[in-house]
Each structure stands twice: as C-alpha cells, then as structure tokens.
C-alpha cells in the first residue's frame, strides 16, 4: 500500500484530504500546480467539541507565479448563521480584508502568505516557497492568519526550522513536527490532522 509520504509522483490537480488526529473534523482541497503557482478549493468540516462549535468552511486560494498569495476566500457554516471574509494582496504589498461591512488594508507586517488556523493545507504555502522540503533552514514567516470558524483575521508569526526529522511549526496556537511529501504538502501535522 503507497503512504501519502510516498506519493511524490502525484499528478496534478489532485485531491488532498486530512483527517485531525484528535477532533472530529476533516480537510479536504483541490490543488492545481503550475510551477510555484497555486490554486486551490477545499473545505473543513468540524463536528462539535471542546476546541469548537459544529461549523464547514470553505476557501479558495490563488497565489502567484513566486508562490505569493493573491487571494484567498472563505466562508462559514454555523448554526448561528454565516461569514464570509476576502483577503487579496495588492501589488504594493498591502492587504485588503472585507467581511461584507467592513474594510480594512494592512501590510501585516510584510506578509506574502496566509494561514488558516486548523487546516493542514495553508502551511505548505511558506513551506513551498521557500523549499523547505529540500532544505535545511530557518524561517521566521508573517502571515494573514484566519481563525475558525469565526473568521477574526489578525498579524501572527510563525517559525519554521526544516532538517532531517521534519520541518518544526511554531504558530500562535501550536508548536509540533511536521512531515511533508517531496512536493511539500503535509503528511503529517501531530496534534492536527494527518494525511489519507
């Protein structure tokens, strides 16, 4: 049977789908490769539990021919009701985030990648960009980071250290050793979500 670490001969697009590690939730998105160029469509479901209410999420990612984000789009599903942000990077480096009655433009401290807490996904982002799946280095990477399932979206910092046993993930809610395919999307993320 070929693990998900052993399928580095994916052909693209491809369906990538994780299962969290200890919630009830899974992640499932379409990618499309071009180069460093990426466009993807997923969704998140999460059952209720202790981290979160019952709520599905859907997003859709562009970035650009460097592996820069362009855009990203998500909306929410909760029984309360429904949210949806947009989050684009103009070609002077600002950020534009609209929720439907507000706007707001930022540098987010010289961000060119987004993260959205509980996906798997959004970490390969930097990963990729900065070839970390070949490479031994470290990265202090500013991100648009989006929490779920409420869509609050704020200036965050995450480390990533790549060697021999993985690539460490240090985010604002986490700290774990992850492993990646030879494309350098996520196979394993311990305490979030692991690859089927």
Same mark, same amino acid.
């Given at each position: 049977?070929?693990?998900?670490?052993?399928?580095?001969?994916?052909?693209? /697009?491809?369906?990538? %789908?994780?299962?969290? $590690?200890?919630?009830?939730?899974? &992640?499932?998105?379409?990618?499309?490769?071009?180069?460093?160029?990426?466009?993807? =469509?997923? +969704?998140?479901?999460?059952?209720?539990?202790?981290? $979160?209410?019952?709520?599905?999420?859907?997003?859709?990612?562009?970035?650009?021919?460097?592996?820069?984000? @362009?855009?990203?789009?998500?909306?929410?599903?909760?029984?309360?009701? &429904?949210?949806?942000?947009? !989050?684009?990077?103009?070609?002077?480096?600002?950020?534009?985030? &609209?929720?439907?009655?507000?706007?707001?433009?930022?540098?987010?401290?010289?961000?060119?990648?987004?993260? #959205?807490?509980?996906? *798997?996904?959004?970490?390969?982002? *930097?990963?990729? @960009?900065?070839?970390?799946? $070949?490479?031994? &280095?470290? $990265?202090?990477?500013?991100?648009?980071?989006?929490?779920? *399932?409420?869509?609050?979206?704020?200036?965050?910092?995450?480390?990533? =250290?790549?060697?021999?046993?993985? !690539?460490? #993930?240090?985010? /604002?809610?986490?700290? =774990?050793?992850? %492993?990646?395919?030879?494309?350098?999307?996520?196979?394993?993320? /311990?305490?979030?979500?692991? +690859? !089927?």
């Amino acid at each position: 049977m070929t693990t998900p670490a052993q399928r580095d001969d994916t052909v693209w /697009p491809a369906v990538l %789908t994780w299962r969290a $590690h200890n919630a009830p939730r899974m &992640e499932s998105v379409r990618v499309q490769l071009v180069g460093n160029r990426i466009k993807a =469509s997923g +969704r998140i479901i999460g059952g209720e539990c202790a981290d $979160h209410p019952a709520f599905s999420a859907s997003y859709d990612l562009v970035t650009d021919e460097a592996g820069v984000t @362009r855009r990203l789009s998500v909306r929410t599903s909760l029984a309360s009701g &429904e949210r949806h942000v947009s !989050i684009s990077r103009d070609a002077e480096g600002y950020w534009m985030v &609209e929720d439907g009655t507000n706007h707001h433009r930022s540098g987010f401290g010289g961000a060119l990648d987004v993260d #959205v807490v509980l996906s *798997p996904f959004f970490n390969t982002l *930097p990963i990729r @960009r900065f070839a970390m799946q $070949h490479n031994a &280095e470290n $990265h202090q990477v500013p991100v648009v980071y989006v929490y779920l *399932p409420d869509l609050s979206v704020r200036a965050a910092d995450l480390t990533y =250290s790549s060697g021999p046993d993985g !690539i460490q #993930v240090l985010s /604002p809610v986490s700290s =774990s050793t992850i %492993t990646v395919d030879g494309q350098g999307f996520i196979v394993d993320y /311990p305490g979030l979500a692991e +690859r !089927i």
